[in-house]
């Protein structure tokens, strides 16, 4: 009975009846929205980048000093959303981001230069990386509400999101001007944001017991000691599976066609193949988080992944190099979010923005990093980093053992 209680009581909705599970049912509905939202506007952008270059007569390195506005502008505002979840609230905050990302998305096909397209990219970022804090901070509280490791689930729709919006994206590039393109997907994101955000903002964020009871002072304690440790070692964790990812998404193809000289076709199957494992690796996040555990899942997949990236790089065929890819993103799906979801249980919103921070950083860490190793030494040698620092998340993993007990 005292567990019953507390189930009723975690989110809003009183002692009676059973509107609490259908306000907890709405509540992850809404935010399984709002992360598929992300990644689908996200991938949208990306597919239409080549066409952008051509309309703004960049150089390739000129786009890619317009394109670090995203990065900037992410990762600015990932430092600073923590507080305005605190005070305003992560599901208003979510929501807020939602519409500011859905309006920014149309401005870079308004751009005719790389400077310009570097600024409005920098507005972009910053809803993005915004959104992203302030969604993982509302998933964590809900996900203590509900008491069963359902953060998963919520990136398996990012992945979805943006699985659905890059393929989207391939349809009508050929039809479609990019004004046009992204101008829709500002309709389709404030369409949504409009039918899902009322869900967020009508409902504050589930308080379980727990956290009702713990005092503030007893909190910032925590914080300024063993808790902010922790925080980081979760961090450095998130930032060595976004490396990995971040090198894929750049590098995996063009290791494909120029190594081990597999046809365009195969080539670009490379990183959808990888985004597909990590997305059903995601969906089955949950289940395996009840039986296995944190520390498990995040010791398993590190290794896991180390393997599939050894074998994806070093691999004589493409076809054994494509079997890496994918045993590689069954190995980093759930480390991310385990990551985040933690660092975000220690340290509330502040947590889920250290924690993102650094795994964006291991994003934009990846790419330049393996381009680098690649001059000095070969691709497939630089492309070994990831099963290194895959091998380095499971080892941290298991460092933080009594901190990602369940």
Not at 139 to 166: I, K, Q
Not at 185 to 204: D, E, K, M
Not at 231 to 240: D, N, P, Q, S, T
Not at 244 to 262: K, N, P, R, S, V
Request: positive net charge; contains cysteine.
């Amino acid at each position: 009975m005292p567990q019953l209680n507390k189930l009723r009581t975690a989110l809003p909705g009183g002692l009676g009846g059973n509107t609490a599970p259908l306000s907890s049912a709405r509540l992850r509905t809404a935010l399984t929205v709002f992360f598929a939202l992300d990644g689908f506007l996200f991938a949208g952008w990306v597919v239409r980048i080549p066409a952008i270059k051509h309309q703004t007569g960049a150089s390739a390195a000129t786009l890619g000093l317009a394109l670090l506005g995203v990065s900037a502008g992410a990762v600015i505002t990932m430092t600073l959303t923590g507080r305005l979840c605190r005070r305003y609230g992560s599901h208003a905050v979510t929501v807020a981001c939602g519409v500011l990302l859905s309006l920014s998305i149309a401005l870079p096909a308004r751009t005719h230069s790389a400077l310009s397209l570097g600024l409005v990219l920098l507005v972009f970022g910053a809803a993005y990386g915004g959104m992203n804090v302030a969604m993982n901070s509302a998933a964590v509280d809900l996900v203590a509400a509900l008491r069963r490791p359902v953060m998963p689930s919520f990136h398996a729709a990012f992945s979805l999101g943006g699985m659905l919006g890059a393929g989207l994206g391939g349809l009508v590039a050929g039809g479609l001007s990019p004004s046009v393109h992204l101008s829709l997907l500002t309709g389709i994101g404030l369409l949504v944001t409009a039918l899902a955000g009322p869900v967020l903002l009508r409902h504050p964020a589930p308080v379980t017991p727990e956290r009702a009871d713990a005092p503030a002072t007893r909190s910032a304690q925590r914080l300024s000691g063993r808790a902010r440790r922790v925080v980081l070692l979760f961090g450095l964790i998130a930032l060595c599976t976004a490396y990995g990812e971040g090198a894929l998404a750049d590098w995996g193809a063009l290791h494909l066609e120029q190594d081990l000289h597999a046809r365009p076709g195969v080539a670009a199957a490379g990183y959808s193949l990888f985004a597909l494992a990590m997305t059903a690796g995601r969906l089955s996040g949950t289940a395996l988080l009840e039986r296995l555990g944190q520390t498990r899942i995040l010791v398993a997949g590190g290794a896991t992944a180390a393997a599939g990236m050894l074998l994806g790089s070093l691999a004589p065929t493409p076809w054994l190099a494509l079997l890496g890819f994918a045993v590689t993103g069954i190995g980093l799906a759930n480390i991310f979010p385990v990551a985040v979801g933690r660092a975000g249980e220690l340290a509330g919103p502040g947590g889920v923005a250290a924690a993102s921070t650094l795994g964006y950083g291991g994003m934009l860490l990846g790419p330049p990093a393996i381009g680098f190793l690649a001059d000095w030494f070969s691709l497939p040698v630089a492309l070994t980093t990831v099963a290194v620092l895959a091998g380095a998340a499971a080892a941290l993993g298991y460092g933080a053992r009594r901190a990602a007990q369940t």
